[in-house]
């Protein structure tokens, strides 16, 4: 349930400049970074460091269209880089990208549903009924990048610029979940294509040796791409241990709740 006291219109008058610059600076990071293994590790400790700036500064500070431009420009590169160039190679089998395929789609439905339902509570909030109330519950958070009062509010995610509610929690930890999925599943392709790969166990290939990946420029990018892509799913395990330690219990006990009540009614 939210009370808004803003309008949530605040994105419309933002500058274009922000959406599109990480279309173009991901792509430059990444192709900079295929020129040895020294400044592959430079690059991706420059993002991990940028990205850390960002999260620990003053969260009002974050309210820009630059990151959750950055998460749809890093999701669409890592996508394409898949398709067209490591399927290219011809060594991933199609049963494979059809699995690659289905937790790519999910992943993006569930953050898509996550979205929508988040717009949907800040757009319907305020008429459902329930009016303005300045007295505070123990529910109520005030967000200082959307500028509105929600109840049942948990926090802000600025990489995908909306507020994350009880009603769309669900939809946040499964995007994750497949999310991370799929990066580890790409990744493990895309490494066992472009270095030497051996028989882990069964079917399952790893990679061995990727000392000569820096010598083709697809290789490498696709490499690359693939370092991006690990570092990511590091990220997206560390929001999901936080979230099992902060936020997963407070969910789990009203969904409990919520199911007792529907029993004893
Ligand atoms: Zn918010």
Redesign the pocket.
Known sequence: MIFSTKNHESSTGRSYKYILAPFVILPIMLLIATISRAVTITVMVFIGMGALYIISRPRHRNRSPFFFSWTLSSGLYMFLMFELVVMDFWEITYFENIIFLLLFAFTCHFFYKMKSTADFELATGSSKGVEYSPVLTSDYHY?K??E?EVNEGYF?SIWWD??VLKPNYGYFLLGHIFCLATLLFGSNLTLTTVCQPYIFYGPILMPEDCGDVYYDCYLALCFVTCVYSLGYALVICSVLLHQLLSYIPKYGASQWKKMVHVFNV
């Open positions: 967000c990048i959307c509105i802000h909306c507020c």
